[in-house]
């Protein structure tokens, strides 16, 4: 199963805890853009690799983080 996954990047403190519960290595700073309060956002890196297993989500102190499961076409 594939998942993705999308950010509220102006709340997102860049407190890399979503990067360190990631088994697929998914997940990593922006470090090319910087939110209104100056912080380095979490972006994906290798969105292919997402597996939807949601630890990135639950363990996000702020709730910026969203994962959708993609659904296979019949």
Known sequence: MKGIVSF???RCKG???CI???PRDVLALNQDKTNAAGYHPSSTR??????ACG????ICPDG???VEK?????
Do not use: F, M
């Open 64 to 66: 910026v983080i969203t």
């Open 46 to 51: 290798a969105p292919e690799r997402c597996i």
């Open 20 to 22: 360190s519960v990631c």
């Open 55 to 58: 630890n990135c989500a639950r």
């Open 8 to 10: 509220h990047e102006a």
């Open 70 to 74: 993609e659904v296979d076409a019949p």
């Open 15 to 17: 407190c890399g805890l």
